[in-house]
């Protein structure tokens, strides 16, 4: 570890700017979010008295955008201590973790908030860092929640056990990639220093995995994508979308979101699966499905969604029509072959702007990458609006308090949140659209079986 | 009963009409559907030879439509010997019942076809007088197979068992309503003639629900109501829905189907729903949730599709503005409540044209009442296309199969069909639509660990 | 002259049936066309007592059907006399024919309503004798007016009076075309009559284009054919169209109104154009732009929509694959170049059902035509909706009135409706939709110099 | 004029900031834009050689972008000299700017680029000296073109020239607004140091107004505003925009615009509308029209469209929801009543950011304001992309070309383009996005007795 950051240094916090002007700015901004997050106030305003989570000290790995500082907000205000880094070297919004930091009523002379350890454009090696930071409670306690978005803060917890387990951390040249490696290699610097670190106080533990819920999977990752997939090529490119050929690689949840954006727009749209059901999905929804070497060499825009690796290779964008756009809102950024394309022979990049880089191959033609094939939502744009993160982290701070408050029921593993939650968080949406339920009569609760409160479907239903 | 028909009479067959035009315009329409049927025909060709279903005495209750004229010749094919009636006094397509009963290289002079009952237009007495008769093999002996897609044959069944225990069928004046006490009366009549017929042979038997399916819940329940909505508001009523304002009541499937189809014409579409989940989609696609009591007398056209009972009230009618449609897609004809609209003081009945009516109030205001509140989709319409049915089907064929084949593997009870025949069932329907799946490389099948020949889902996944 | 029918002899209608049951079948119907008919309503009422059409004849030449009835009636009501003929062999709707001729408060043994002379699947020899018909008022007067929707009555004064400037009527023989050869002898066989028939009265005369409103050209031409394309495939074929690639010929009104059509139901669009301006209008809606050539071999829907000829040459339907779907909504029926199908060596066509003929080339591969390449949307359907065709109409209405009462105000040649006048028909229908228009203050009227009252854009604007 | 800017100092040019960074972002960004403008990339290699435009000397009045960059050098391409001016104090792009300062091949040290006068955030008062230094050339003359986007250039000329016949300019006191107060201060200003300025050189002159070409009234307006309406919100408040009730005033060519934007996201969208045929389209296209009074307290997002003044008034801002979201895509800043806004007693601005605004109540409720009143797709993103600009530019070129070429062809006044150009406009732009024109044959020449080459459509089609 070469950060020049002290490991177990008892760093209290660490972001790009803690200038009055950055912290103003972030607080008026989340105060904005906060309208838009009503499923998040309303917990707040119900628990106002009671504050369920205390005692609970949760470590967070999940982007530090304006958004999540009204979830920590409203976590602090549960009662909990948080610890807090980001889950993406490029997503943190350093307004929102420098008013975060600051804290409610707090200024840059009177900081009162948690510890956050996150700034827009860390290296790898500080990206681990940080997450190392967010498990280092002072009194060297470790967390009893985990509230871990992408899996990066669960990961390093459990590569520290099999690494124990092993009875060695691989040495960093062995590792499979360069992530990995800069993983052995804090881990290495943290056996040395506090042996059995990783593994101390709560670290094996039930978790909830909300991405199961339909208001998070149904919902984040269609309507979110649906919203920020435009926003980052407008943002990113000023490109007009209308008319163009765009091609989206799988159409899961994200990329339903995907096409539904990019139609908005009126791009006309192909699109690639593997899964034969997503792809008469596909199909009905208007939409050609083709394989990506069939249209490689005529489309203007390229967006991977699927959560696999190396979707586009290098021998695809070698292919690619001059300043062809290529993005990614898959989360990892491996389904573009971003290592593949710089060890391409006789290539160049130059940097158009800040998360905008032209890739000039050897012969002249060049593509245009986004975000370095990371999430281009976030890199480009300013990621998912803040309504629909509402839904998603209302369901982790109701996980949250499900485990917190009945531990006992939840045996170690990943559970998924309860459907009565699940339509609870929806529920706590409505009103801020200005919908009105209806009301099974007894008759119908009857006739259905079904409770007049819910929950009302099978487990199995697929919305 | 006094259909006039002998309950256990050998009768071979009842249609509306075996006139050699009747059976060539049938048969003209089947093999227009047969191209549209992609995945029933690759069934065919592959079982061309094993003839699997041999043995398989199937009762089936299903819509007699020309699509389901594909399916009884496909189950034909692969070796069954199949009894039929329609599940719905409006659905049958007479011709297509003609064919049928003609069979493939037969006429009206030399009828080849299976034994099938069924005609636009029963009674309630006669309905249930032909479900029986698809359970009695001139043998006497009953089916080992059930095709059952409404429910009403294995209600039959277990009708008659339950009575059996309770040792007495009710008395039809007792029943909660009309249909059951048809039931019952047809089972006092079938008792008298034949004690313990509806137990015997395989009756009680496992199940697979294929409306588990998701080629099935995701397809025919979506884009068949997309189809076949408009269809038959068009056919019913000739309006144009441009600008119209329409009340969908549900948003489940069946619900999202309806919205689509109406958004197509460019209705402005409001919606109603019990479930926060299904009511924020709604919102997030866009559609107000509203009351039906909020807009019931602004609406134009009103679309029940809940599966629940009397979402639209004689309250709700009373209330609706001039020639206002009302119609349902939500099988059941309870969705509406009809018996109630009837029994309104002075209300008068006006008959425009056949499956639709106008309801005269005694203070002269009118609705439009497609279909009796029965499926409009059918009654006003054709039904689903041959398409989206051909996946339904599909399904229906490869639960026969795996019943018949593998018995053993199926416990008494309801079940899914298996992830890998769901997915077989969308792979047969790419070719037709011109789609090229993309095959998982090794390195992406291991990364998601997942095979490459699928199942490419867990079995919580929700499309 | 061949049809067994006088040609001036004072027939006083000639209808398909005039039975009771067709009788108050077509009443019902137009009863609930009026209701969806407000712009037409709007002006009976308006002109109730001063009944301004007096001493008006107009000779009708347009679709016979259930809206048409509606038009008839407002003229009527207005005090015009009307006789009538329908444009299109297949368009009449024969209940909808019968109900004019009984006339309001008529029934079949006492017929009240004006002389009709229409009737489905009329002969070219049928049908200009009925055009004739609508032309000789029972007293030799010719018509004062003329409301010509397709140009059909028009071009049958204009050709006699040519034949009669040439001297002669042209031979049969030497006619382009089988209509031309139908007409010269009707022509002939009326100049041996009549001499100079065709051109007394007010036969040359001034006219308005209703085509030109943009009430007409934007609503009719672009919604009704929204409503009315897919209504036409659906009833036809009950082929599904989600998925499925199908070509819009022409992207003017019709063909943009068509491409909705077909989206609305999630087909895959592609377009041919002619015109780059049109051309780029599709490719900003989303659809690629193609020549026929490119894609005739993939495709499974054709939709002819450019009022030019032979835009499907018989050397395209040979490509097309098993069971395409061929059909016309561009109004003539020589876009599809059926001439040369029925030309084709060893070609058969068998009939499906009424309106849809399966074309059987040599090879065995064949295509679905429907409606013998004339308009589907009233072949296989019933054509626009009542609510559009209420707003063509109007426009009609108003245009008579015009011509009728301020007749000195137009010379002899071809008009538009004044702007104010085509305001005026949109406002009469915004109340039935529940609009409320915006009124300009007087600030705001002084400031885009425009008064409060309209007309409110220049004429060259293009909306 | 107290800018400290002389007014006839011959001031090579003012931008923000000429560093080698800003201008070498602002020249990949036009490299970037050149791929997306194929229209004007085809005129520049149309006439590479003959460089047409020589001798003219134009004044451009147009937002100083990225795309207007573009412009600017294709008429110094082919030989024109320009002087440049933005039309707007929030639409210049800085980099742009800098850019075309410096000039291809220039840079920081060696400018080599026309004169331009443009900053983002001008004042009111640099805003007109930067038109003013438009129209100065070194050596005294004018220009004899005049290349005007919003009119202000040609204002600025005629305000003169009136001035001039009234004998005298009025006092700034006794304007009508703010504007004119500072014009009529330039003008004194002007008027003292050279008499007669403004209406020297060729200032009395023919024009083309491409506003009324199809290829910018179509497509410009409606699908620029597609793209960049959604853009602007989204950049500017990051708010989710699926399920939020949007109100679009006006439904002209922009307003279609801003729907189909809003509607791509999946908002509820009303409409409001003076013009009943608008009206009727807005219905037409599936939205309610409303009052914005109706609607006020309600809805979450207002947008105005209209061209006229004072839409939106401070009596309706006092009603609106907390955070509504209020901005302008329809050119002047008085659609929204930001003088009534600013002058409300106890009322306090809040800028979250550059161009959003809070406007705090005396009550405490609060609205968003987005850039002033201004357009928000300028003032918040970046305008309309390059694609749909190329289209308009094209034509501002060919304007400019017919008008100095063929001056004599041109009388005093405004004229349209030819259509032959329009469609020739749209024809550049079509190899871009892959599409194929289908040519005519000549017997459908000659059927629809239109030449092959076109053009294609009468001048009064509407498209």
Redo the contacts between chains.
């Keep these: 570890m070469n950060t020049g950051l002290p490991l177990f240094g008892n760093v209290p916090h660490r972001v790009a700017d803690l200038s009055p002007e950055t912290i103003a700015?972030g607080r008026?901004?989340i105060e904005?979010?906060e309208?838009?997050m009503p499923g998040l106030m309303a917990i707040r305003e119900r628990h106002a008295a009671d504050r369920p989570l205390a005692g609970a000290r949760i470590t967070g790995s999940l982007h530090m955008t304006?958004q999540t500082a009204v979830l920590i907000e409203t976590l602090l205000d549960l009662g909990a201590e948080v610890r807090w880094a980001s889950c993406n070297i490029y997503s943190t919004q350093d307004h929102a973790a420098a008013a975060v930091v600051a804290g409610r009523g707090g200024d840059a002379k009177d900081l009162r908030g948690p510890a956050v350890f996150a700034w827009k454009g860390e290296t790898l090696t500080e990206y681990w860092w940080c997450t190392a930071q967010a498990f280092d409670w002072p009194d060297g306690r470790g967390p009893n929640l985990i509230l871990d978005d992408g899996g990066d803060a669960t990961l390093l917890v459990h590569k520290g056990v099999e690494c124990e387990r092993a009875g060695a951390v691989p040495a960093p040249e062995s590792a499979e990639n360069e992530e990995l490696a800069v993983i052995c290699s804090l881990l290495a610097a943290a056996t040395e220093e506090r042996p059995g670190w990783y593994r101390e106080g709560s670290l094996l533990f039930p978790a909830i995995n909300v991405n199961?819920s339909?208001?998070k999977?149904?919902?984040d990752n269609?309507?979110g994508i649906?919203?920020s997939l435009?926003?980052g090529i407008?943002?990113g490119?000023?490109?007009?979308?209308?008319?163009?050929?765009a091609v989206v690689l799988g159409y899961g949840?994200v990329g339903k979101g995907a096409a539904q954006s990019l139609?908005?727009?009126?791009?006309?749209i192909v699109v690639?699966?593997?899964?034969?059901?997503?792809?008469?999905?596909a199909?009905?929804?208007?939409?050609?499905?083709?394989?990506?070497e069939?249209v490689v060499d005529?489309a203007d825009i390229f967006v991977t969604t699927t959560?696999?690796?190396?979707?586009i290779g290098v021998e695809h964008m070698r292919r690619m029509k001059?300043?062809a756009i290529v993005g990614n809102v898959g989360h990892f950024d491996n389904e573009i072959d971003m290592a593949g394309l710089a060890a391409e022979p006789g290539i160049r990049r130059?940097n158009?702007?800040p998360q905008v880089d032209?890739w000039i191959f050897a012969d002249g033609r060049q593509i245009?990458v986004l975000s370095e094939g990371r999430l281009l939502n976030l890199g480009n744009?300013?990621g998912h609006?803040?309504?629909?993160m509402s839904?998603s982290f209302a369901n982790q701070v109701l996980a949250q308090l499900e485990l917190h408050q009945r531990r006992e029921d939840y045996a170690l593993g990943v559970h998924?949140l309860p459907k009565h939650l699940?339509?609870?968080v929806?529920?706590l949406?409505?009103d801020k659209?200005?919908?009105?339920?209806?009301?099974?009569?007894p008759?119908?609760s009857d006739?259905?079986d079904v409770p007049v409160d819910?929950p009302?479907?099978p487990d199995?239903y697929?919305?």
Tied chains: 1, 2, 3, 4.
């Design positions: 700015f008026r901004e904005l979010a309208h838009e304006i199961d339909v208001t999977s149904k919902f269609v309507y649906r919203h435009v926003d407008m943002r490119t000023d490109v007009m979308l209308s008319g163009k050929l949840e139609a908005g727009q009126k791009c006309r690639t699966e593997v899964d034969p059901i997503c792809a008469l999905q199909l009905m929804d208007g939409y050609q499905v083709v394989r990506l069939d005529e959560g696999n690796v190396r979707v001059r300043n130059q158009i702007k032209a245009l744009a300013t609006p803040s309504f629909v839904s998924v699940d339509e609870e929806a529920r949406h409505l659209l200005g919908a009105r339920l209806t009301r099974l009569t008759e119908q006739y259905i819910g009302y479907k199995t697929r919305y």
